[in-house]
């Protein structure tokens, strides 16, 4: 991020945002401005990830007070509807063929390379996959709930992802 920045492909704003530089903005301008030699860039990157592993500059398992207050507000909710673990070994067809008409079936057939060897894209190597179990497990949670066919369900997704 900190060659980017230096090579005037991220602003300093941008990466003051993400970045917990210990001199803020002003070191990030540094940084964009080629103040920083080559040597203080690899020492500051060297700062900035102890920086991040450490976890004090870490998101991961912080809840903001507004999403705290949302959860808290919809307790009751959850009690009613609980999550249920989906059985993957309990997967049925119907399932699977779902997955397979929502991403286009493959036949389990790798892609051919004009030079005749089979490669794949990272599309087909991990989003597919990720997608087709996401697909699978919601199937399966509607498939088991006690009100389908009596009522249109609705599935929100809540994120959780790293976007």
């Known amino acids: 991020m900190l060659d980017l920045l230096h090579g005037g492909r ?3 704003d941008e990466a003051s945002a993400c970045l917990p530089f210990p001199g803020g903005y002003s070191q990030a301008e540094d940084v964009a401005s080629g103040s920083m030699t080559d040597a203080e860039r690899g020492w500051l990157a060297s700062e900035l990830a102890a920086s991040l592993q450490e976890g004090e500059n870490s998101r991961v398992g912080r809840v903001s007070e507004s999403a705290l207050r949302t959860l808290a507000d919809h307790a009751p909710l959850m009690s009613r509807r609980p ?3 989906v059985d993957l070994d309990g997967l049925t067809s119907s399932q699977s063929e779902l997955a397979d008409s929502v991403l286009g079936s493959r036949g389990g057939q790798p892609r051919t390379a004009p030079d ?6 990272r599309w087909e190597r991990a989003k597919r996959p ?11 949670a509607v498939a088991s709930h006690p009100d389908r066919g009596r009522r249109r369900l ?5 994120g959780g992802g790293r976007g």
């Open 130 to 140: 990720q997608l087709r179990w996401m697909i699978e497990q919601i199937a399966g």
């Open 83 to 85: 999550l249920v673990p």
């Open 154 to 158: 609705r599935v929100v997704d809540v």
């Open 116 to 121: 005749g060897s089979s490669r794949s894209s």
């Open 10 to 12: 991220l602003g300093a």
